[in-house]
C-alpha cells in the first residue's frame, strides 16, 4: 500500500512560511504527490500536486526531491485562516487515501 | 458551478432508523465517493462510483448502500442505524487535471445516531 508519513502538528508564526514534509518513499515512478487541506470541519480542499518537478500555484508551493521520496508544501506567507489539517498523499492508492495528516497552526 | 452539494448538512437519527445522504454535483464528473470522517481521524472511504451504472466498495461499507443512477447523483443510504454511523460524511467528485486526480469535495454532512 502508498503510505505517506507526515508530522502530528506544527506551528508557524504568522507572515512567515510554513514548510509542511511528507515523506513517501514507496511512491512508484508515475503516481502523483498531492496536497489537500481541511479546514476546521469542512470538505478537504485540494492545494497542489505535482509529479517530478517543483510546482507552484496561488495558494502554495511543491518542492519534490529529485529521487521522489519526500515532497514539502511551502506556504510563502502564512496568515490564520491558513490554520488547518494539512493531507500528503501519493497517489499509489486509487481512490485516494486521506490518512491524519498535519495539523499546523498559525499563531499571530 | 454550485460544484458538490450535500443536504442535509445535520440529522440526528435514532438507533434502527434509516436514512439517505443526497450528493449532486454539476461538473459532469464520472468518478464520484463518499468518505466518512470519525472525530481527530483520517477519511475512510465508503464507496465510490466510476460512472453511472458502476459502484464499489471501498475500505469500510458495512451498513451503507450506493447507487448511481444518474451522472450527477450519488446517494447513500444508511440501513437500520447505529451510533458506530455517527460521524461526518463528505461526498467528492473528480476532475482529471493535468493527467493527475482533482478531488472536490461539498461541505459535509454530520450525522449522529442515539
Known amino acids: 500500500d502508498a503510505k505517506t508519513t507526515q508530522p502530528p502538528s506544527m506551528d508557524c508564526a504568522e507572515g512567515r512560511a510554513a514548510n509542511l514534509p511528507c515523506n513517501h518513499s514507496?511512491?512508484?515512478?508515475?503516481?502523483?504527490v498531492y496536497w489537500y487541506r481541511q479546514i476546521h470541519s469542512q470538505g478537504p480542499q485540494y492545494i497542489i500536486h505535482g509529479l517530478k518537478n517543483n510546482e507552484t500555484n496561488e495558494m502554495a508551493s511543491l518542492i519534490i526531491t529529485e529521487d521522489r521520496k519526500s515532497s514539502t508544501l511551502i506556504l510563502p506567507h502564512a496568515t490564520l485562516r491558513d490554520t488547518a489539517v494539512y493531507y500528503c498523499i501519493d497517489s499509489g492508492n486509487t481512490p485516494l487515501v486521506f490518512g491524519k495528516g498535519t495539523r499546523l497552526s498559525v499563531i499571530a | 458551478n454550485a460544484g458538490v452539494t450535500q443536504t442535509p448538512k445535520f440529522r440526528i437519527l435514532k438507533i434502527g432508523q434509516s436514512m439517505t445522504l443526497q450528493c449532486t454535483q454539476d461538473?459532469?464528473?464520472?468518478?464520484m465517493y463518499w468518505y466518512r470522517q470519525d472525530p481527530g481521524m483520517g477519511l475512510k472511504l465508503i464507496y465510490y462510483?466510476?460512472?453511472?451504472?458502476?459502484?464499489d466498495k471501498g475500505e469500510v461499507p458495512n451498513g451503507y448502500n450506493v447507487s448511481r443512477s444518474t451522472t450527477e447523483d450519488f446517494p447513500l443510504r444508511l440501513e437500520l442505524a447505529a451510533p458506530s454511523q455517527t460521524s461526518v460524511y463528505f461526498c467528492a467528485s473528480t476532475q482529471w487535471k493535468g493527467g493527475a486526480n482533482v478531488l472536490t469535495f461539498g461541505a459535509g454532512s454530520r450525522l449522529t445516531v442515539l
Open positions: 514507496t511512491i512508484s515512478g508515475n503516481e502523483y
Open positions: 461538473m459532469n464528473h464520472n468518478y
Open positions: 462510483s466510476v460512472g453511472a451504472g458502476i459502484t
